[in-house]
């Protein structure tokens, strides 16, 4: 059996749906559900939730819901896109970077490395959380 599954595109397969949702995702929102339909409960729950009592997750939800987005602003606009900015003073590639998050290798098994190769793939930075679980 295990031959003849090692030629069949397993993962391929899995993915294929979560692929096609993602390239109909238009927001946060959407992405989030995406994430909640294909990641384990508890793996979900801890990155979904904020710290402690969540006031700052809270806060910050709030916050973005004071803005008022105009999706056509940018339409017509053909890719590549430059979305080049400065973060602390660094030149990245992209408007924003990986934030610490404790525990990275109960997401994937490279943890902290995996994101940080994800963030120099991509030209950004990444924030080392002080309880990583990937020595660096």
């Known amino acids: 059996v295990h031959k003849v599954l090692q030629h069949i595109p397993l993962n391929a397969l899995f993915d294929a749906p979560y692929q096609a949702a ?16 294909r990641a384990h409960k508890m793996v979900f729950d801890y990155l979904d939730a904020g710290a402690d009592d969540e006031i700052s997750l809270r806060r910050g939800k709030d916050a973005y819901t004071e803005l008022e987005m105009h999706y056509k602003v940018l339409s017509g606009i053909k890719p590549p896109l430059d979305l080049s900015t400065k973060i602390f ?4 590639k992209l408007p924003f970077f990986g934030c610490p998050t404790a525990g990275n290798r109960m997401f994937h098994w ?25 020595g660096i």
């Open 22 to 37: 993602l390239k109909k995702a238009v927001n946060i929102a959407d992405l989030r559900l995406i994430a909640k339909s």
């Open 89 to 92: 003073g660094m030149d990245v």
């Open 110 to 134: 490279e943890g902290e490395t995996a994101a940080a190769k994800a963030a120099q793939k991509h030209g950004t930075l990444y924030g080392l959380s002080s309880l990583a679980t990937t």
